[in-house]
């Protein structure tokens, strides 16, 4: 997912959404992996329930994990 410039900010507001999204479809979990190339992102950190660094298709992520709960 690659954000315009004027979308920048929103990345909350995407990564709650993206929960719910999970929860409604029974997943208990939602990870996001951003390229590890991208700023930590400290408002992520803040709604994740974990951080951690993954390695997929031979490139580093910084993964975001979240319990998908009912809000």
Do not use: N
């Not at 999970?22 to 992102?41: N, P, V």
């Amino acid at each position: 997912m690659v954000l315009s410039p004027e979308a920048w900010g929103i990345g909350p507001v995407i990564f709650r959404e993206l929960r719910d999204w999970a929860h409604a479809l029974g997943y208990e979990k939602a990870r996001l992996h951003l390229l590890d190339s991208r700023k930590k992102y400290q408002a992520l950190e803040k709604l994740a329930d974990s951080v951690s660094q993954t390695e997929l298709m031979g490139r580093c992520f910084t993964t975001y994990e979240l319990y998908c709960q009912a809000v």
